[in-house]
């Protein structure tokens, strides 16, 4: 069973149309929620850390939330640039730091 | 600043040959990651050092993968007899400390084994 899992594995979007992506988890004990940006041929960007339900942080057209299950990242009015691989990640009490990976959405943003 | 910075960005070898991956973290960060990332899948963690030693070597997949990081700062992952399945992009990521603190990733090598 995976432990993080990302939908939908690609969204299209028209620039200027905001949207969400999820991360559901089913984890033990949450110590973090990651979110991360990939472009290709690049290493993952960090974006966010979440840490308990309830909590939002912003970034530029980007905003992420969590609950006790799932996190959504919030893309308002979103730009071509946007274009990228977002990645989510858990961090689990006692796994000795180290982070669970979902598969990822692919966002596209046509002009 | 300098982020962190993998070398060679591409490495092609020959099934059954012996490759290192190296590694330059961050100035300054204790933590270093190495991840293993097959197309379309999200990163999957291998091993984990807090200075010198190896914290965690969970993910590592079998007695093949070795990694070093013998002053506390460039890590090297070793593939021995590699095989074709070993194909990926290795990451690895560096933070200040474990924990929270958020991972910096370099932008990884290529490994192909024909």
């Known amino acids: 069973e995976d432990q993080v899992t990302q939908s939908p594995e690609a969204l299209r979007l028209q620039e200027g149309e905001s949207s969400s992506l999820n991360c559901s988890y089913t984890?033990?004990?949450?110590?973090?929620l990651f979110w991360y940006r990939q472009d290709p041929g690049k290493g993952p960007e960090f974006l966010f850390t979440l840490y308990s339900a309830g909590e939002e942080k912003e970034k530029e057209r980007l905003k992420a939330t969590l609950t006790k299950k799932e996190s959504f990242l919030h893309i308002t009015a979103p730009k071509p640039e946007d274009s990228a691989t977002y990645l989510c990640a858990v961090q689990e009490w006692g796994s000795n730091y180290k982070l669970t990976f979902g598969k990822g959405t692919l966002l596209t943003v046509n002009p | 600043g300098a982020g962190v910075s993998q070398t060679p960005s591409n490495k092609v070898t020959e099934k059954g040959k012996y490759v290192e991956l190296r590694c330059d973290p961050i100035s300054g960060h204790t933590a270093l990651y190495w991840y293993r990332q097959s197309l379309g899948q999200g990163p999957e963690f291998l091993i984990y050092f807090q200075g010198t030693g190896a914290a965690d070597d969970s993910g590592l997949p079998n007695d093949r993968f070795f990694a070093v990081r013998p002053e506390g700062s460039v890590s090297t992952l070793k593939i021995q007899r590699t095989e074709r399945g070993d194909s990926a992009v290795y990451l690895c990521a560096s933070s200040l400390a474990g924990g929270g603190s958020p991972l910096h990733f370099g932008n990884g090598t290529r490994l192909t084994v024909t």
């Open positions: 984890v033990s004990g949450l110590r973090g």
